[in-house]
Each structure stands twice: as structure tokens, then as C-alpha cells.
């Protein structure tokens, strides 16, 4: 590896603030080439505003950025650009209504005596996405592309660029597991070129595979730098939320092992062609997992237990007597089953809606008077039964909007909703999808409680680690199928990747 001792980029004492807040206390950071720097912290450390005065997004209040040996206090996007400096950012900065081709080369179209050279914008995108391996068709129009793919065209279009720093800002969160894996190779390559390379993730198992270095960043400070072989991720996870970490393995278990009734089961069901000859059950007083990758049918397996799936083929039972599948949402909730979809936004939680509400509205008949009246004290008592348990981040007002919220806070809220319900089942489907790890932990922990007090808890996961952490027992799903069933000592990460893998 071509490691130069001087960093491309250079940030020193880097100082912001938003209205008066400031979210950066004078940080550094350092991208070298021929390096990965991998980029932590909780939701809110102030990593996205970092890199953005990096890349000359923002420009900082306090601090210096050096680029290739010349000294800047203050930087735009556009100069950043011609010095080398690209960034994959969260919000995409695409032109929905223009082509994957144009998009590509969107900022630096080739052009002649003034006109643009509509041939080598096409060939050029069919070259990159040639190389990072993806099947994705140059002339579509991007606001038709599935977000994976949109965040592919953006990191397309940076490569396209030739950067010396190239920085990605959670990159894989939308990515499938192939196209994850096509990213780190040509991070690696990258890498290998000489390119200094700066990574924010919350995926401490991505930070072991792609980083040399790691900087963790907590509330606006850097609380560890380190090369990445002398740090394990407890170590990792203690910087990030700056208290001990429980630890990072398996559960312990909660069961009684006198009362494991079936609370859910599914045998020999299927769904279209979704999947097929699923048989899986789920006990009182367990966490199960049910483990695939994108695109395996887990999430469609989920979907039947709340009725908004059919099973033509086989069986669902539902709950500890014979009640059959529910066919819809609504008697789902009625034979208590609660479900946490992973899309927060489009269709578990009322961004516009305070909290409060977000937690009562599936005990409204509980919590109604004469059937029909819902006070919002009764919603506020409600919501601050659940605040404290699961230390929800809000400002302490039921009234808050739920919009307003940190990703992870809103999860907990959602969380809270099905608690307060006294559901006897409850399915998550990526619970922890874009949860930073503190706020993961108090949801893991959440759930064991919840099984220990006798819910059945079913977690439909495409990560690893998270079946690792949170379950009792762990059933393995690859094309429609489930291949595997493990438990106690047999869940173990390698197995587990290994499994998926087919
Ligand atoms: P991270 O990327 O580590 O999650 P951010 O850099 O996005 O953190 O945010 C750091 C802090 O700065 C947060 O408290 C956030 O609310 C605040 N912040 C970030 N961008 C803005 C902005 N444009 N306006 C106001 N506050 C902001
Ligand atoms: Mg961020």
C-alpha cells in the first residue's frame, strides 16, 4: 500500500455552529491517500456537518482546511470539486428528471466549441457502470430508480471525477447486499490508486473490512483516533456513546423454558411466488429472528403475519389458540399482533403528528372513553409511560412532532405504540435500519424485556449483527426458502453470513 505520510486533506481545529449552537468544537481530520479513514459517531456527532466543511459545502466558522499543501479558511463546493474532492452525501443531489447518462456527468459535461458531446456522456456512463458491475440502463430516467440505485448513480458520478478524497456519508444504507459489496471493492481500488478515502458508517462490521484508521466523533468532538487493527468494537462503540457498552454479543436468554406456546407459526405456507414451504414458529417469551438478505422473501414472510400478505399455500396460525392468519391490518391488531414496517416514514410513523399520538393510536379503543372519546392527557400519559423506558430523545413534550425526531427516537416511538397496545406478537422488520448504536441498544434491550415478560417477538432482519445480538433463535432465509434453523451457540456471525451467502 502506497502510504503517504502527508494528508491530501487536512482539516484543523474545525469550529460550527447552527443558530447559535455550535456542533463542532474545533475537530481535525485527516485523509491521506492510499487510506480509508472510517468515520463514527452517533446521529447528531456532527460527522455529516464535517465533511461538509471538508468538501466545501459549508463553510466553518473556525479552523483551517489544507488541500494538497495549500491552506483554505474557507472553501466552495465548487473549488473543493476542482481540487479533487467529491462527496457522496445522504441527500442525493441528482437531477431526478434528467438520465442516468446526463446525471452522471452532471458538473462536467464534455463538451466541444460549446456543444455538449451527447455520445461521450453516454459512452462515458456505460463505462462506469461497466465497471462498478451494475446492471443499470444509462438512459433511464434516475426519479424512476430504486434509492440503491440512485445512490449507485451518485457514486457514479463522483468516480466519473477521478477524485483524489473521495468521502462517503453512509453510502451502503440504501444499498443491497450485492451492490455493497461492488462499492468496497472499488473503495479498495480506489484505495490501491492512491486516493485518500473518508467513510462515515454505522456499520462497525463495514469499518473492520474497508478501514486503516478510525475517528470517532461524540457530540461535536473527537473522542478516539486510532489505526483500525489496534481498536475492537467494543472500544469503538465505547467512544461513540461514551459510556461501557454492554456487551456485544449474544443475548442472554429470557425464556422460562416452561411456557414456549407458539404465539405465531407458519407451516408449510406460501405466498406467490415470494416464497414457499416455510415452517417457523415463534414462542411466547422469545426473540426470533428471521435472517435474509434483500430480496430473500423475509419481508414478505412479515408481512403475511399482519395481513397485509395472503398465504394461499399452507398454513399462519396466530396466537396461542387457533385463531387463523388475519387478512388485514386491522384484525391483525385486533388478535394482537403488533408490527414495526421498516419504512418509518411512508408506513409506520405520522411524521406530522405529535409523539404522543404516534404512541396511542393503536390503543385508541383501550384508551377511548365511552368508545370514541380520546383525550390528548390520556395520549400524553400514554406516551410518558414509555419516554423514560426507552430514554426517547425528545425535548420531553408529548406534543412534539414526530418529524422532528432522530431516526432511532422515532423507532423507539414506534416501539412505544406497541408496547403501550399490550400485544401478545410483535414483528419488527429492520428495526435498527439507519438507528445509530446507542439507540440500538435501548431497542435490542426493549425487546428482550418485552420477551421476558411473554410477547413473542419476530425481528425480520438483513443484517448479521443484528441477529446475532437480539435473538434466541435464528432461522436463515435465502429465495424464498429457509435454509436454516440455529440456536444458542450455533448463531454465530460466520455461520450466519455463510448461510446467507448462497
Ligand atoms: P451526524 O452526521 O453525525 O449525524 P450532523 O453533522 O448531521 O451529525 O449534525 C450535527 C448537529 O448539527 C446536529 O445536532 C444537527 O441537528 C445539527 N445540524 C446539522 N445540520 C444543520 C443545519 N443545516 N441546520 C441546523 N442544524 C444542523
Ligand atoms: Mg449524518
Redesign the pocket.
Given at each position: 500500500m502506497a502510504q503517504s505520510p502527508e494528508p491530501i486533506l487536512a482539516a484543523r481545529g474545525v469550529r460550527?455552529s447552527?443558530?447559535g449552537?455550535e456542533?463542532?468544537h474545533g475537530v481535525d481530520l485527516d485523509a491521506t491517500g492510499g487510506s480509508v479513514l472510517a468515520l463514527l459517531?452517533?446521529?447528531?456527532?456532527?460527522?455529516?456537518?464535517?465533511v461538509?466543511i471538508a468538501s466545501g459545502v459549508?463553510t466553518a466558522d473556525a479552523g483551517t482546511i489544507r488541500i494538497g499543501g495549500n491552506e483554505y479558511a474557507s472553501l466552495t463546493s465548487r473549488e473543493a470539486r476542482e481540487l479533487g474532492v467529491a462527496i457522496i452525501s445522504?441527500e442525493f443531489q441528482d437531477a431526478a428528471t434528467l438520465s442516468v447518462a446526463e446525471n452522471i456527468s452532471m458538473g462536467s459535461l464534455p463538451a466541444s466549441r460549446g456543444f455538449v458531446r451527447w455520445a461521450e456522456v453516454r459512452r462515458r456512463a456505460v463505462a462506469i457502470l461497466e465497471a462498478l458491475e451494475v446492471d443499470i440502463d444509462p438512459d433511464r430516467t434516475v426519479g424512476d430508480l430504486r434509492l440503491g440505485e440512485r445512490q449507485i448513480i451518485e457514486i457514479a458520478r463522483a468516480l466519473s471525477r477521478e477524485a483524489r478524497v473521495l468521502i462517503l456519508?453512509e453510502p451502503t444504507a440504501a444499498l443491497s447486499f450485492h451492490e455493497a459489496e461492488v462499492l468496497f471493492d472499488f473503495v479498495r481500488r480506489l484505495r490501491a490508486e492512491g486516493a485518500a478515502l473518508v467513510y462515515?458508517t454505522h456499520r462497525l462490521d463495514e469499518v473492520e473490512r474497508i478501514s486503516d484508521r478510525v475517528q470517532v466523533?461524540r457530540d461535536?468532538s473527537t473522542a478516539l483516533v486510532a489505526p483500525t487493527s489496534e481498536v475492537d468494537r467494543r472500544a469503538m462503540v465505547e467512544a461513540m456513546i461514551g459510556r461501557r457498552a454492554s456487551a456485544l454479543g449474544r443475548p442472554a436468554a429470557v425464556g422460562n423454558g416452561e411456557d414456549d406456546r407458539p404465539v405465531l407459526q407458519w407451516t408449510d405456507a406460501g405466498s406467490s411466488d415470494y416464497f414457499d414451504d416455510v415452517n417457523l414458529k415463534v414462542g411466547a417469551h422469545e426473540v426470533v429472528a428471521l435472517y435474509g438478505k434483500l430480496g430473500s422473501g423475509a419481508s414478505e414472510v412479515a408481512e403475511t403475519a399482519f395481513g397485509l400478505r395472503g398465504v394461499d399455500r399452507g398454513a399462519l396460525q396466530v396466537g396461542a389458540g387457533d385463531a387463523d392468519a388475519p387478512e388485514h391490518p386491522i384484525g391483525a391488531v385486533n388478535t394482537g399482533i403488533g408490527y414495526l414496517p421498516a419504512e418509518r416514514k411512508t408506513a409506520g410513523g405520522f411524521m406530522v403528528r405529535p409523539v404522543a399520538e404516534n404512541v396511542a393510536v393503536a390503543s385508541w379503543q383501550r384508551l377511548a372513553r365511552y368508545g370514541f372519546w380520546i383525550r390528548k392527557a390520556t395520549e400524553a400519559e400514554a406516551y410518558n409511560r414509555w419516554h423514560e423506558k426507552l430514554s426517547i430523545r425528545s425535548r420531553n413534550d408529548p406534543q412534539q412532532i414526530m418529524g422532528t425526531l432522530?431516526g432511532g427516537n422515532q423507532q423507539k416511538v414506534l416501539l412505544a405504540r406497541w408496547l403501550e397496545n399490550r400485544c401478545d406478537v410483535l414483528v419488527l422488520v429492520e428495526p435498527t435500519r439507519g438507528v445509530?448504536v446507542g439507540a440500538r441498544e435501548d431497542i435490542y434491550g426493549a425487546l428482550r424485556e418485552l420477551a421476558s415478560s411473554g410477547v413473542g417477538v419476530l425481528v425480520v432482519t438483513s443484517d448479521y449483527e443484528e441477529a446475532f445480538q437480539v435473538a434466541d433463535r435464528v432461522y436463515v432465509m435465502t429465495k424464498g426458502a429457509i435454509v436454516a434453523e440455529l440456536e444458542g451457540d450455533e448463531i454465530t456471525t460466520p455461520a450466519l453470513l455463510e448461510l446467507a451467502g448462497g
Open positions: 460550527k447552527f443558530g449552537v456542533v463542532l459517531g452517533e446521529n447528531g456527532a456532527g460527522k455529516s456537518t464535517l461538509k459549508y445522504q456519508d462515515i466523533l461535536g432522530s445509530d
